[in-house]
């Protein structure tokens, strides 16, 4: 273990997915320098991350990323106390990147390896974000990624219970694939672009269904909503899976493609609702039973990638204020991989 202090510096280095990102923290919580790269131009003809091409992006980009996080930073390589690394879960060929450069670090500097677990980063980042007396042991954590989507109450650092998972597609991927179905450019990420469009669209147009309303427990599924708007656009727009040709922009085919954006959107976002409102629930009667653990929860989390946008952190705004805890989420950078 490494004592930790404010004179503490940790290097960070995260490769898991296709960002290549690193940044130097202080023992006490506070972040000196970023920097980081992403692989979605890469990976955007291919209609998802390649692993072999994303493990040579970041081999290509690992030196340049941790130099410029500790310029950023200002602090030299040796004057680093540790160096934390991402070693899952994640694709095994882009962690083991990450790995070895934090293995080289540490044997140039003689410092220790922190191993960092990806969906606990994802939590965890909440108190840097906001604060270590705000988000204080226990809190209610929602994890929404491109593959991960779960309910966890976090009582400490790796002392986390799992609420509820989802049963096929995480939401990030949902997103991601009805982005392609739609025929938008996902080189800037498809997540990002179907919020885009659906800002123009209606979210009533299309009455999509809630998943999983009948399964009273906070588990997610994605795959029917998925099929639902893949229906819609074969229907109303008479396109087959995501068809290239089809960003050619046409005025009234704009309004219908962007309307199933928002149903599936709204949809989408109402089963997150959901299951957080029952976590909520969950989570303080799991507290109330810890005989001798008077604890309650202290805020609500709302991470990864997903995390970033507008519509589910107004959504989960309203559901911690409706339970009367505050809503933390991290700056849309520390929701999607990074260093820090
Ligand atoms: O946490 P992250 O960076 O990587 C994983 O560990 O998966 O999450 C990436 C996912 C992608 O599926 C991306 O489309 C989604 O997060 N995402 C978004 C938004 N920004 C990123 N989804 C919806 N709206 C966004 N604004
Ligand atoms: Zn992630």
Redesign the pocket.
């Given at each position: 273990t490494v004592a930790v202090d404010a004179d503490t510096l940790i290097l960070g280095i995260e490769t898991?997915?296709d960002?290549t990102g690193a940044a130097v923290v202080t023992g006490d919580g506070r972040v000196l320098g970023e920097a980081k790269t992403s692989q979605d131009a890469i990976h955007a003809p291919w209609g998802g991350v390649v692993p072999n091409l994303a493990q040579e992006a970041h081999k290509a980009a690992i030196d340049d990323v941790v130099t410029t996080a500790l310029r950023n930073a200002g602090v030299d390589a040796s004057r680093l106390d540790a160096v934390a690394v991402t070693v899952g879960p994640g694709l095994s060929m882009c962690l083991r990147v990450g790995v070895v450069a934090a293995q080289d670090l540490s044997a140039a500097h003689k410092i220790p390896i922190v191993p960092v677990h990806?969906m606990e980063a994802?939590g965890l980042v909440a108190r840097l974000a906001g604060g270590t007396e705000l988000v204080r042991f226990p809190f209610l954590a929602l994890l929404v990624?491109?593959?991960?989507n779960q309910l966890i109450l976090t009582r400490g650092v790796g002392d986390h219970v799992i609420l509820g998972s989802t049963l096929d597609d995480a939401l990030?991927?949902a997103?991601?694939k009805t982005a392609r179905l739609l025929g938008l450019d996902v080189g800037g990420?498809?997540?990002?672009a179907?919020?885009r469009l659906a800002r123009e669209g209606n979210p009533r147009a299309y009455a999509f269904p809630v998943p999983l309303r009948k399964k009273k427990n906070c588990d997610f599924s994605y795959a029917g909503l998925k099929t639902a708007a893949r229906l819609a656009v074969e229907r109303d727009l008479g396109v087959p899976d995501g068809d290239a040709a089809f960003t050619t922009i046409d005025k009234a085919k704009r309004k219908i493609r962007a309307d199933i954006a928002a149903s599936f959107q709204a949809a989408a976002v109402k089963h997150l609702e959901e299951r957080t409102r029952r976590a909520v629930g969950w989570a303080n009667d799991a507290l109330a039973e810890e005989s001798g653990d008077a604890r309650t929860l202290s805020c609500v989390v709302v991470a990864?990638?997903?995390a970033?946008?507008e519509s589910v952190r107004e959504s989960l705004a309203r559901v911690a204020a409706e339970v009367g805890l505050p809503l933390v989420t991290p700056p849309p950078r520390w929701c999607?991989?990074n260093g820090v």
């Open positions: 898991s997915c960002d990806h994802h990624s491109g593959g991960h990030g991927e997103y991601d990420g498809g997540g990002p179907l919020e990864g990638g997903v970033a946008n999607t991989d």
